[in-house]
């Protein structure tokens, strides 16, 4: 009798040793699938890029020209356009997705903290082309009236806030981009601070720190990986967002001083233009754009997620 069990035993450990196996087997080529899809994009984006990286090779980075008559193609308007706006949309989205997300976590009760964060992670949802039609009917024309006069009236010296009032540019799709980002850094950097143990707040409050010193000086420093991590999200949205900025940044491949001026971000140079891309080099040109955003995306997702990762630490929640 208990030979026999020991050979039932076996012969289940055996059977589930092999289950495990085929399911770790199944499980790692689901993992390897997606290593997989992103080596094909890159490689199909480096091949269709071939023409222009023989005939520009890495001029094509810093040239400022842009005629698709002459077939002089060159990245750095739009390069410049997808930074200046991504600036603009950190440097309005930030300090007002921090404080709200330190609101929620810390100063707000439980039941609208929860509310509050409902309505967020719906406004992260809506797709941007709805955020493009509300700017152009509320955004566009309330900085083509009263906010780009009031900053060339009051900053009008500087040459970033000079030039003529046309409600579209630059300035226009920043403030579009901060809109759509902040749901994405208020999300991320309250659940940085939830993370942080309660002991910590506890600690410092037992030392004589009032709540907004415990906050400030002990929550927010040791969840500061997790907010970088949340900021540099917000800013990958912003690389990569495409029809609300195609609707308001006026599309126009220049490098002006002015906020005010018109530009073009590398998606919306993609988005607007490969459907009238007649020639091969044209063409080229674009799909190289597209290879260039992709890596800058990759690259600000990859360093995001490290740094959240990071702050993953072991702790009581606030209630």
Request: net charge positive.
């Amino acid at each position: 009798m208990a030979t026999e069990a020991i050979v039932v035993t076996k012969a289940i450990r055996a059977k589930t040793q092999t289950g495990d196996t085929v399911a770790r087997l199944v499980v790692l080529s689901f993992a390897a699938s997606v290593l997989v899809v992103t080596v094909l994009l890159v490689r199909q984006l480096w091949v269709a890029s071939e023409a222009t990286r023989h005939a520009a090779g890495l001029s094509f980075l810093w040239s400022t020209s842009w005629n698709p008559v002459t077939d002089e193609y060159g990245a750095l308007p739009f390069i410049y356009g997808t930074v200046v706006s991504s600036v603009i949309a950190l440097l309005i989205s930030v300090p007002l997705g921090l404080g709200a997300a330190v609101f929620l976590s810390e100063l707000a009760p439980a039941r609208i903290s929860s509310s509050l964060t409902f309505l967020i992670e719906l406004l992260a949802a809506i797709p941007s082309v709805i955020y493009g039609l509300l700017a152009l009917f509320t955004i566009v024309p309330l900085m083509r009236v009263f906010g780009e006069p009031f900053l060339k009236s009051v900053l009008g010296f500087l040459p970033l806030f000079q030039g003529p009032a046309f409600g579209v540019g630059m300035l226009t799709a920043g403030i579009v981009l901060a809109v759509m980002t902040i749901p994405f850094i208020i999300s991320v950097s309250r659940e940085s601070l939830l993370a942080v143990p309660r002991e910590q707040r506890e600690a410092a409050l037992a030392l004589g720190a009032t709540q907004w010193e415990s906050t400030w000086q002990v929550v927010i420093p040791y969840a500061k990986l997790g907010i970088s991590g949340s900021i540099f999200l917000g800013l990958a949205r912003a690389l990569g967002e495409t029809m609300a900025v195609t609707m308001v940044i006026g599309n126009a491949p220049k490098i002006a001083a002015s906020l005010f001026a018109p530009g073009y971000t590398i998606a919306a140079g993609i988005a607007d233009q490969f459907s009238e891309a007649t020639g091969r080099l044209y063409q080229s040109a674009l799909v190289e754009l597209g290879l260039v955003l992709f890596c800058l995306t990759i690259v600000i997702n990859g360093l995001a997620r490290l740094m959240i990762i990071a702050t993953t630490r072991k702790g009581s929640r606030r209630p």
